[in-house]
């Protein structure tokens, strides 16, 4: 799974990826810093089943277990600033689009403070509407796939009513296949609209390419119109201040933990004036307000309500909640809500998959089918032959 962080230039996406993955990334209030996709991974939350078990620990691999909650990775890319027009080229449109074609789902940043004009140049806050920038990109990432299927649309016509029994599904599914859409969702584009190259192009990116507003910056910006984006189903969020409190966590500075409303400052006495002014200004005009900077409530969003997915916990021995190698509760997958038994074993190993026998719910003791739908927070041995 990747996320897609979005948006026109100096709105916070780099300083919203930092503080989402701690990996390094330049930041400035220029249009255009970031020219090179950055990649790094973040985490979602989810339970961590070893408390409802009433185990001492447990032993993560690919999830880090804090306190009974597991933060579970999933891979974040941050690309170039989107500028009006970019599907014509403008800026860096074809590179910023380009990048982006294999996102599962995007989160579009927003200065709520009203400080950057419409091609993300400084400007005085309050001077500029943010909630024009919303249906903007989407717009954007319509008219660059519309523009891609104009380019041979003859050419595709001609394919789709030949005689060689081509179907349009795939005819258009080999054309589409750089934008990672799949043949079944071409097809269902095409019960739903015919065959028109702008309807088409608009269903697929509803379809591939779901949208999350993140509304940043909500710290400098007016109430109203916090209130008018959250009104729009955009998530209030301050990436600078989210950032700050990694940072001042990793320092061993304060206890806090990403997607918290509140932190605790380990030793109050080695803060000077100026830090422990900004920790107040985070928690009067961020954390209680908003009850959290947001940036984690969006990534979270975006994977377990845009996506649809959902966390599971395989293992092998299911009375023990351990490896072959003892390890309890190692591995946590993030998968698709509606994914099966079987799949699920796919995802661990192909080879469980294609032996796939039965599972067995760990919670129940009972045995489940190939077909057995799996929920959120799960716990399944799968038992497959040799």
Not at 317 to 333: F, I, Q, R, S
Request: proline share 6%; glycine share 8%; net charge negative.
């Amino acid at each position: 799974m990747q996320v897609g962080i979005v948006g026109k230039p100096n709105v916070g996406k780099s300083t919203f990826f930092r503080a989402c993955t701690m990996a390094p990334a330049e930041i400035a209030d220029y249009p255009f810093t970031t020219i090179q996709p950055n990649r790094g991974v973040g985490f979602v939350r989810a339970p961590c089943p070893h408390l409802e078990f009433k185990l001492a620990a447990c032993d993560p691999n690919n999830s880090p277990c804090l306190d009974g909650t597991r933060f579970v990775p999933t891979e974040l890319i941050d690309v170039a600033g989107l500028v009006p027009k970019a599907h014509e080229g403008r800026g860096l449109g074809n590179k910023f689009l380009d990048d982006l074609r294999q996102a599962d789902v995007l989160v579009h940043i927003v200065d709520a403070s009203g400080g950057t004009d419409a091609e993300g140049n400084p400007v005085a806050p309050g001077s500029y509407d943010p909630t024009r920038d919303i249906a903007w990109l989407e717009e954007e990432v319509v008219l660059w796939v519309h523009g891609i299927l104009l380019r041979d649309w003859d050419h595709l016509m001609r394919r789709m009513t030949s005689a060689t029994g081509a179907k349009p599904e795939q005819v258009l599914g080999d054309k589409l296949t750089f934008f990672g859409v799949k043949e079944k969702q071409v097809k269902a584009a095409l019960e739903h609209t015919g065959i028109d190259a702008m309807a088409i192009a608009q269903f697929l990116v509803k379809q591939t390419k779901p949208i999350l507003v993140a509304a940043n910056k909500v710290d400098k910006a007016a109430a109203p119109t916090v209130e008018t984006l959250v009104g729009m189903g955009a998530v209030p969020c301050a990436a600078e201040s989210e950032l700050a409190l990694r940072k001042a966590k990793e320092a061993g500075v304060l206890r806090y933990a990403p997607g918290d409303a509140d932190f605790q400052v380990a030793e109050p006495g080695k803060l000077n004036d100026r830090q422990a002014k900004a920790l107040e200004y985070m928690r009067h005009h961020v954390l209680q307000p908003y009850q959290g900077t947001g940036v984690q409530q969006a990534l979270e969003k975006a994977v377990f309500v845009l996506l649809d997915h959902i966390v599971v916990f395989p293992v092998e021995d299911e009375t023990h909640l351990t490896n072959k190698d003892g390890d309890v509760l190692p591995d946590a997958l993030l998968v698709k809500r509606g994914t099966t038994a079987r799949e699920m074993a796919y995802r661990v190993h192909t080879e469980l998959g294609e032996h796939f026998i039965r599972a067995v719910d760990a919670r129940t003791k009972r045995v489940i089918g190939a077909d057995h739908v799996l929920a959120h927070g799960d716990v399944v041995r799968i038992v497959a032959g040799k």
